[in-house]
């Protein structure tokens, strides 16, 4: 008769129900994309990063959700080709960002400062965009990036980098 109980229970446990796949962060997240140098020039200075790069459409979903930190001079780069008008939000993402739109000719278009963790609201220049760099809240304004700066990656940032075949982005300099 006391195998009955223990059955109903260990029944009961397998059937509670627990949060659904979707919104679980994947063992992905864990493995960061390769590095690539990235560097913007604007009037207070050059700044360099080593951000990880969302080539693929799965990697692009994903970007940097659930990520708990992110290093002072990392970040994600989401590269647009062909070029688009990108709206993001911060589903799942658990740490506020700096999102800069990048025009075609390096520029930044846009710069939404400390998106708010979790939010659904879309993030958008309204412009088409070559890319979005997500740098740590706050950061573009520690280091007085502005919009208007101009942004390289690849070996266009470091010659003698690391770079993705395809992913150089060397702008053509302003007139």
Request: glycine share 8%; net charge neutral; hydrophobic share 45%.
């Amino acid at each position: 008769m006391r195998i009955i109980p223990t059955l109903f229970l260990a029944l009961l446990a397998a059937c509670s129900q627990t949060a659904p796949t979707s919104e679980k962060a994947p063992a992905a997240t864990t493995q960061p994309s390769a590095a690539l140098p990235l560097m913007i020039q604007g009037a207070k200075g050059t700044h360099r990063f080593t951000v990880e790069t969302a080539l693929t459409a799965d990697e692009q979903a994903q970007g940097l959700m659930f990520r708990k930190s992110l290093d002072a001079d990392g970040g994600m780069l989401f590269p647009m080709n062909p070029p688009r008008i990108a709206s993001f939000w911060m589903k799942n993402t658990v740490i506020p960002l700096d999102m800069l739109f990048i025009r075609t000719d390096g520029s930044i278009a846009f710069i939404a400062a400390n998106t708010e963790p979790y939010s659904r609201e879309p993030v958008s220049a309204g412009v088409p965009v070559i890319a979005v760099l997500e740098l740590r809240g706050g950061r573009a304004a520690e280091l007085g990036i502005a919009e208007g700066d101009r942004v390289s990656w690849g070996r266009c940032a470091d010659p003698a980098g690391k770079s993705r075949p395809g992913v150089d982005f060397c702008p053509t300099q302003a007139r």
